[in-house]
């Protein structure tokens, strides 16, 4: 087709959507919704054939790069072998990555656990909860972190912090107890980030002081909320990353007072953050583990927790305790373990936190020509810049609105030609570009993405 075919085509598509389509099932950041044609590496490419530089990877779903050949050969593989078989029934890699996964927790957290599937990051959350219930009795209460994200499911929403997730369709469970997270860049002034750190502490611990705090009846010894589900770095919250003496602080108050630690992994697992689990970061050990996205790179939609033998052995979460048709389907199990071998084949830690350290530094770079770049962090390849007005702390979401808009035009410049930047966006205030490229990224694409970062910058602070 030529040029114009092309434009009537995409116009076709775009008409038929609007009519046909829920747009309860996603997010339309620009208008017109932008349609992509096909992907390789870190670039989408529209159907025109021009490439767009990626750097949010499906929401850190596609670690691995998009195309990846050896992964796309898993599925092959096993589209010829074993496409299909029902979940009452084994197939030998739903075993063999269980026993990868649980053995990689032992290893590194000293627990016996077992793994359970489901077919994604809510549907996993879910699950935990009813872990978590049926281990504690019934309890329904959790805390969890303001600007946390764990899904948009029912029981997920509940113990996800903002409202309007929830505004509509009511509660199918106990809301939350929201507790602050400590965000460095916006702590009160006059403390150091570690200092702010221990006063978040200081204030979870300060509800158990007396039984008329709300949470702990002294006389019996027990709290009224079963666990706190955190996500060690704040995904969709704005990818903060918080001190690394908080969570020891946290654990040892949970640990005090019998209550579980959940740690969401589901944006954050699998090497975003330099290592497997980015908990292991900040040296506490987690009663459940819920992960999903980046397991199969994107290509099959298989999630899954673990959790404590204590928590989850057959005598206490029997069979039945859950069920989905399709977990544990023999194509997303193949392709987890297959990912279970490539970063366990190739150093990961090394590379991530390599590239993940030349992205900040072209980061903070580009903060020094742009004062509205109020904040630069970032841990690994899960990387932060919070986009404020020209005094450098005001957050500017209008300003980053039009970023995104300008990238997903299509129109900057590189080496003569026009290309396109992909970028999600984040935060409380839906000011920061939350940067998850692929593990894979090279160092002409770093400069690549620095200097588009640059260009939108500039054209969008000019409209």
């Avoid at 529209?46 to 990626?54: C, E, Q």
């Avoid at 957290?109 to 809510?122: A, E, P």
């Avoid at 764990?150 to 929830?166: D, K, M």
């Avoid at 908080?246 to 007072?257: E, I, N, R, S, W």
């Amino acid at each position: 087709m030529n040029h114009d075919e092309i434009g009537r085509q995409q116009a076709e598509l775009l008409a038929d959507e609007a009519r046909y389509c829920s747009f309860g099932d996603t997010v339309h950041y620009v208008n017109p919704p932008k349609i992509f044609d096909r992907c390789e590496g870190s670039y989408l490419f529209d159907a025109w054939g021009k490439p767009y530089l990626d750097l949010q990877m499906w929401y850190s779903a596609v670690n691995f790069g998009y195309a990846n050949q050896r992964l796309n050969d898993v599925v092959r593989k096993q589209l010829d072998h074993l496409p299909q078989v029902a979940s009452q029934y084994l197939h030998p890699t739903k075993i063999e990555l269980a026993k990868r996964i649980a053995l990689d927790m032992k290893s590194k957290f000293g627990m016996d656990g077992r793994v359970h599937f489901n077919v994604g990051g809510s549907q996993s959350i879910e699950d935990s909860l009813k872990l978590v219930r049926n281990f504690t009795g019934g309890k329904s209460l959790m805390f969890a972190f303001e600007g946390g994200y764990h899904g948009r499911t029912l029981g997920a929403s509940a113990i996800t912090s903002s409202y309007r997730y929830r505004r509509r369709f009511g509660h199918f469970s106990d809301r939350a107890h929201f507790v602050p997270f400590p965000y460095p860049f916006r702590r009160p002034k006059g403390m150091t980030a570690e200092e702010y750190s221990d006063q978040c502490v200081r204030e979870f611990a300060r509800l158990f002081e007396t039984e008329y705090n709300g949470v702990w009846d002294p006389k019996v010894g027990q709290a009224e909320y079963a666990a706190f589900y955190v996500e060690p770095i704040q995904g969709t919250g704005g990818y903060v990353v918080p001190p690394a003496n908080f969570f020891k602080g946290l654990k040892q108050v949970l640990d005090q007072y019998g209550i579980l630690m959940v740690v969401d992994e589901i944006q954050m697992g699998f090497y975003r953050t330099g290592k497997l689990w980015s908990i292991e970061h900040f040296g506490v050990k987690p009663d459940v583990l819920v992960f999903a996205k980046a397991l199969t790179n994107g290509l099959n939609p298989l999630a899954g927790l673990w959790a404590r033998e204590e928590m989850i052995n057959p005598d206490i979460f029997p069979p039945g305790s859950t069920h989905s048709t399709f977990a544990s389907n023999p194509i997303g199990t193949a392709l987890g373990l297959e990912v279970m071998n490539i970063v366990q084949e190739e150093d990961f830690e090394g590379r991530v936190m390599r590239a993940g350290g030349e992205f900040l530094e072209g980061l903070k770079e580009l903060q020094k020509r742009h004062p509205e770049i109020g904040d630069v962090d970032g841990l690994g390849l899960a990387l932060r810049a919070e986009i404020c007005t020209d005094d450098g702390f005001t957050p500017n979401r209008a300003l980053l609105d039009r970023m995104v808009h300008i990238g997903l035009s299509g129109d900057l410049d590189w080496k003569g030609e026009k290309v396109g930047l992909v970028l999600d966006v984040g935060g409380y205030y839906k000011n920061v570009i939350t940067l998850a490229p692929s593990l894979y990224i090279t160092s002409e694409e770093i400069h690549q993405a620095i200097a588009l970062l640059d260009q939108l910058l500039r054209r969008a602070k000019a409209d």
